[in-house]
């Protein structure tokens, strides 16, 4: 069995869209606080370290599972970015990245019995036009609450995309889940389980 540690419809639909058949359960992880209590963390760890903590959430209450869980933390210059709290949040995101090139750096792990067996970090870049402010006005009309569910404000695999001018990696790590290398880990664990 194959569990999801994860509420993000975006992560379900790459699941489900190669083939792979999971359950979801909901991480207990109080990101904010985890991250607040370890502030020497570098990004790829903040990343790295959400992830393995909603697997292994997951994995102690599902035991004999195979628990996938992911993160994906947003860096321009040395500011991390979490979602935005409100549309006055992914306005001013957005606008702190205009015209500049961030990083998503996303991480997934894989657990089983409360222990962590596999997991991978990867980068993408990209880089926003430099947009004017009446296109800022019409997306965050046209998207409203949508922009609240991902960091940064966007998704690129909608009207987001007209944001940028340049994107460098992998668009499954843009989306929040580096899929291929998942993929290749749920084979392998398949065939040792064989």
């Known amino acids: 069995m194959i569990i999801l540690a994860s509420t993000s419809p975006t992560r379900r639909m790459m699941l489900a869209n190669a083939g792979v058949s999971f359950d979801t359960a909901s991480p207990e992880v109080d990101e904010r606080a985890l991250v607040a209590r370890n502030s020497a963390w570098a990004p790829e760890d903040i990343s790295a370290r959400l992830a393995e903590a909603k697997s292994l959430d997951v994995s102690l209450r599902h035991r004999r599972a195979l628990v996938i869980g992911a993160d994906q933390v947003l860096v321009l210059g040395d500011k991390v970015y979490s979602k935005p709290a409100d549309i006055e949040d992914c306005r001013r995101q957005l606008l702190e990245l205009r015209g500049k090139s961030h990083r998503l750096i996303a991480s997934v792990t894989c657990a089983r019995d409360g222990r962590a067996i596999w997991s991978f970090t990867d980068t993408a870049i990209l ?3 430099n947009f004017s402010d009446a296109l800022l006005d019409s997306y965050l009309a046209e998207q409203g609450a949508a922009c609240l569910k991902s960091v940064g404000g966007y998704q690129i695999e ?22 291929l290398p998942l993929l290749e880990c749920l084979r392998r664990e398949q065939e040792l389980a064989s």
């Open 158 to 179: 909608g009207r987001g995309l007209q944001l940028f001018a340049a994107i460098a990696g992998d668009y499954f790590t843009i989306l929040g889940l580096p899929l």
């Open 127 to 129: 880089t926003m036009r």
